[in-house]
């Protein structure tokens, strides 16, 4: 097996201490991407989660020499959220600009919104968001199907941070290769991963849909989302699969209501108890109030 984490380090090297301090990955996992894209040479590259530029940049720099060869990066923020005051991105226009002429970037909107316009024929997706359940399955249910399906990759950073997000997609979809780089610190378990898609990924892609039924860990996907991500499901996946989607979403709101109304139902048995305790005659009070008022 190929280690990726040390192939064609000497191409990443000589930026290293640029990047490093605006990428969010660590240094094994900034090698593996490198060494991904060095080993595969992707010719359409997506990039979804952008940041300061850190990625981008890294990106940027390993397909410089690959012939045709283009990034389509995508972030929902306008601005950096680390560096509120510049543009998501901003690392390369400021540090690379020799590099922007095979970069498209598109801010300030899901990936759903744009995924149309970047078009087809995606060799690689590098995705890297919100980390909180339904997004990163959402994303990536949203980019499938402008994926070569015959040996493209998907590289899927943070999947063994706390929110889960990532691990859920990383470990349902299905794809015959699935592998990480060794992990900076052997004591913890990679938190990068890749999988190549395959006919079969897109066969079985029911277990990403069955993924929504997860319950949501995000408070909420802002109806303008909702809206572009549902188009683009409608669009390309069965009439079956939408609909299931449409019920998982209702299935979720239904959640959200129970638990508001499960909420509602433990303050008030709290407050019954404070009043049986400390004030039991203001209790029987009200217990009377109640019966006369049922009669
Ligand atoms: C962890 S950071 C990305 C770090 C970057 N990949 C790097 O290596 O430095 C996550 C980024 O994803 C963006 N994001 C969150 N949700 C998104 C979505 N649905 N579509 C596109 N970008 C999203 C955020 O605005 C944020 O800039």
Same mark, same amino acid.
């Given at each position: 097996?190929?280690?990726?984490?040390?192939?064609?380090?000497?191409?990443?090297?000589?930026?290293?201490?640029?990047?490093?301090?605006?990428?969010?990955?660590?240094?094994?996992?900034?090698? $593996?991407?490198?060494?991904?894209? /060095?080993? $595969?040479?992707?010719?359409?590259?997506?990039? *979804?989660?952008?940041?300061?530029?850190? =990625?981008?940049?890294?990106? +940027?720099?390993?397909?410089?020499?690959?012939?045709?060869?283009?990034?389509?990066?995508?972030?929902?923020?306008?601005?950096?959220? /680390?560096?509120?005051?510049?543009?998501?991105?901003?690392?390369?226009?400021? %540090?690379?600009?020799?590099?922007?002429?095979?970069?498209?970037?598109?801010?300030?909107?899901? *990936?759903?919104?744009? &995924?149309?316009?970047?078009?087809?024929?995606?060799?690689? +997706?590098?995705?890297?968001?919100?980390?909180?359940?339904?997004?990163?399955?959402?994303?990536?249910?949203? *980019? +499938?199907? #402008?994926?070569?399906?015959?040996?493209?990759?998907?590289? #899927?950073? @943070?999947?063994?941070?706390? =929110?889960?997000?990532?691990?859920?997609?990383?470990?349902?979809?299905?794809?015959?290769?699935?592998?990480?780089?060794?992990?900076?610190?052997?004591?913890? !378990?990679?938190? &990068?991963?890749?999988? /190549?898609?395959?006919?079969?990924?897109?066969?079985?892609?029911?277990?990403?849909?069955?993924?929504?039924?997860? !319950? $949501?860990?995000?408070?909420? *996907?802002?109806?303008?989302?909702?809206?572009?991500?549902?188009?683009?499901?409608?669009?390309?996946?069965?009439?079956?699969?939408?609909?299931?989607?449409?019920?998982? $979403?209702?299935?979720?709101?239904? +959640?959200?209501?129970?638990?508001?109304?499960?909420?509602?139902?433990?303050?008030?048995?709290?407050?019954?108890?404070?009043? &049986?305790?400390? %004030?039991?005659?203001?209790? @029987?009070?009200? /217990?009377? &109030?109640?019966?006369?008022?049922?009669?």
């Amino acid at each position: 097996m190929i280690h990726y984490e040390d192939f064609e380090r000497e191409r990443l090297d000589p930026i290293y201490d640029i990047i490093a301090p605006y990428s969010e990955m660590s240094k094994n996992e900034r090698y $593996f991407l490198n060494g991904m894209i /060095r080993y $595969f040479k992707p010719k359409k590259i997506l990039e *979804v989660g952008v940041s300061s530029g850190g =990625g981008t940049a890294l990106i +940027l720099n390993a397909i410089s020499d690959i012939d045709g060869a283009e990034l389509y990066s995508v972030d929902y923020s306008e601005k950096a959220y /680390r560096h509120p005051e510049k543009s998501s991105g901003f690392l390369v226009e400021e %540090q690379f600009p020799h590099l922007m002429d095979k970069w498209h970037i598109y801010r300030g909107g899901d *990936v759903s919104r744009f &995924i149309e316009t970047v078009g087809g024929d995606i060799d690689m +997706l590098v995705l890297d968001t919100v980390h909180i359940h339904p997004w990163e399955t959402l994303n990536f249910l949203c *980019v +499938l199907p #402008l994926m070569k399906l015959s040996g493209s990759w998907t590289i #899927l950073h @943070d999947i063994s941070l706390s =929110g889960l997000a990532c691990r859920y997609l990383f470990g349902h979809v299905v794809s015959e290769e699935k592998f990480s780089p060794a992990p900076d610190n052997p004591e913890l !378990p990679p938190n &990068i991963g890749a999988f /190549r898609i395959s006919e079969d990924t897109m066969k079985y892609i029911n277990n990403l849909f069955e993924s929504l039924m997860i !319950p $949501f860990f995000s408070s909420e *996907v802002p109806q303008k989302d909702f809206d572009s991500i549902s188009a683009i499901i409608k669009k390309y996946y069965s009439p079956e699969q939408y609909k299931f989607f449409l019920e998982a $979403f209702k299935f979720q709101a239904s +959640l959200k209501d129970r638990g508001y109304k499960e909420r509602k139902k433990s303050f008030y048995e709290s407050l019954k108890t404070f009043i &049986i305790l400390w %004030q039991p005659s203001l209790y @029987d009070s009200m /217990r009377k &109030i109640k019966r006369s008022i049922k009669k």
